[in-house]
């Protein structure tokens, strides 16, 4: 996209040559009455040095003029070049500045002058305007930097108003992007904190459920049996064998 369009500037040619009065060949009114003059007589050749030293003089009167507007109208090209050249270059280095980044340098039209130096007589500054990719916010922000660069200069031309109105729409619709992604952040955090509070209501109620449970009665545990029984049953002795004898 460019800043400041290239602006033509056609510099006022010099005015036309202002049209030369034709040489009157008449002879002015003789000192010597009627009486003709001879050729080749001194009183003729005073007469033509005198015409001759007119003609000179009256052209020299007609080419001081001409030369003196020619000048002139060099003059008044040269201070309109020089005046060109300040309001381009501060209206090219406005968008520069303010652009920062996002700008380029500024590049010129240039127009020789008739000093044989040459002039800006136009300029542009190129800049970008395309949105930062999943980032709306870095898009808005972006797009009022480069709204300002296009109304930076004092007087902005018709390319600076179109560039920042194209800034402008970017803007708006980053604004929009930017509040559906906050809505989106918004519900998907209040699901989260609602799921953490089931989770903390749930632990809560098993724990209020163990401490309502009475304790499980301990049995007593069985004792061992008593040996002492069969501790005496093998004390005792056992009885002696009765024995038969027949005689």
């Known amino acids: 996209m460019q800043i400041g369009g290239a602006i033509s500037y056609a510099a006022p040619l010099p005015s036309s040559q202002a049209a030369r009065p034709p040489s009157s060949d008449l002879s002015p009114s003789g000192d010597l009455g009627s009486r003709p003059v001879e050729p080749g007589s001194d009183s003729s050749k005073l007469r033509d040095e005198d015409d001759s030293s007119r003609r000179a003089d009256a052209q020299g009167e007609e080419q001081s003029p001409r030369e003196a507007q020619v000048l002139r109208q060099e ?17 090219e280095q406005a968008h520069a500045s303010v652009g920062g980044a996002y700008a380029g340098a500024p590049t010129y039209t240039f127009k020789r002058g008739p000093d044989g130096k040459s002039y800006a007589v136009g300029g542009e500054v190129s800049i970008d305007t395309s949105p930062v ?6 898009t808005l922000r972006k797009m009022e930097l480069v709204q300002r660069a296009a109304l930076a200069p004092a007087e902005p031309s018709a390319q600076d108003l179109s560039v920042a109105a194209e800034a402008a729409a970017q803007a708006t619709q980053a604004r929009g992007e930017l509040a559906q992604m906050r809505r989106e952040e918004a519900v998907t955090a209040a699901e989260e904190r609602a799921q953490l509070r089931e989770e903390r209501l749930a632990e809560e109620e098993e724990q ?14 069985s004792e061992p049996p008593k040996l002492d029984l069969y501790l ?5 002795q056992a009885p002696a064998s009765a024995v038969d004898l027949m005689v």
């Open 75 to 91: 003059q008044l090209e040269i201070a309109e070049l020089v005046s060109r050249d300040r309001e381009v270059r501060t209206h």
């Open 133 to 138: 990719p999943n980032d709306p916010e870095a």
């Open 208 to 221: 209020r459920a163990a401490e309502e449970e009475p304790p499980m009665q301990q049995q007593p545990a």
């Open 232 to 236: 005496r049953l093998s004390q005792l």
